[in-house]
C-alpha cells in the first residue's frame, strides 16, 4: 500500500470517522461503481456493481476493519474480447494502529498519526476489488461452448488439424524412425 492521500485527493466517502464511536462494532455500506475505479484510472471495467459491508471494531487501543465485497464487474474476455460480468466476492482484514508517523508499509496494519480522528480506506477497497478478479477473464460462453463470435470461429479455422491419417499430411521420415525408437522398446 502507498499513501494514496500524497498522490490524490481522499474520497470523503470512504473516511470514516472513530472518535466518535463506541467500543464495539460498526457497520457501514456501500455501493461501488464504475466511477470508484474512474477516480483510480483504472480502465480494466466496462461497469461495476459491488456491494460492500464494512465491519468496524472498535477497541482500546486499535481498529479493526473486515471489508466484505460481492457483486459483478463487466470486463473484456481475453480469448474472444467480448464483455461478459464477472461475479467477484471476498474479502479484506486490516487493523488500525497508532503511532508517530503515518506508516502504510505493512498491507495488513495501518499506522495513523497519535490523535488521528479519522480513516480513509478507498485504498484497501480498490486493491481488494481488483485483485479479487480472476487474472485469466474468461467468458462463460467460452467454457460451455455456447458463445458464437467470429473471433472464436476464426481461432477454430486456425487451430491444426492434428489428424495423422489425413492423406495430405506428410511427415519427414526422420520423425518416423525416431517415432520407431519409442515402440521398438
Given at each position: 500500500m502507498y499513501n494514496i492521500g500524497v498522490i490524490m485527493k481522499e474520497m470523503k466517502e470512504y473516511t470514516i470517522p472513530f472518535t466518535g464511536l463506541k467500543l464495539g462494532e460498526h457497520?457501514?455500506?456501500?455501493?461501488?461503481?464504475?466511477?470508484?475505479?474512474?477516480?483510480?484510472e483504472y480502465d480494466e471495467f466496462n461497469d461495476a456493481q459491488v456491494k460492500l459491508d464494512v465491519l468496524l471494531n472498535k477497541k482500546t487501543t486499535l481498529l479493526e476493519f473486515t471489508l466484505n465485497f460481492s457483486g459483478t464487474v463487466n470486463v473484456n474476455c481475453d480469448v474472444t474480447n467480448e464483455p461478459y460480468d464477472q461475479q467477484i466476492n471476498g474479502d479484506?482484514?486490516?487493523?488500525?494502529?497508532?503511532?508517530?508517523?503515518?506508516?502504510?508499509?505493512n498491507?495488513?496494519?495501518?499506522?495513523?498519526?497519535?490523535?488521528?480522528?479519522?480513516?480513509?480506506?478507498?485504498?484497501?477497497?480498490?486493491e481488494s476489488i481488483v485483485l479479487a478478479v480472476p487474472a485469466k477473464r474468461v467468458h462463460?460462453?467460452?467454457?460451455?461452448?455456447?458463445?458464437?463470435?467470429?473471433?472464436?470461429?476464426?481461432?477454430?479455422?486456425?487451430?491444426?488439424?492434428g489428424s495423422e491419417d489425413s492423406e495430405n499430411s506428410e511427415t519427414d521420415p526422420r520423425w518416423d524412425n525416431l517415432k520407431k525408437l519409442l515402440t521398438d522398446k
Open positions: 457497520h457501514f455500506d456501500f455501493e461501488i461503481t464504475n466511477t470508484f475505479f474512474a477516480y483510480f479484506y482484514h486490516f487493523v488500525v494502529k497508532f503511532g508517530e508517523v503515518y506508516n502504510d508499509e498491507e495488513d496494519i495501518l499506522i495513523l498519526p497519535h490523535g488521528a480522528h479519522e480513516v480513509n480506506i478507498q485504498q484497501y477497497i480498490y462463460p460462453g467460452v467454457e460451455d461452448g455456447s458463445l458464437k463470435s467470429e473471433i472464436l470461429d476464426k481461432l477454430e479455422e486456425l487451430t491444426p488439424d
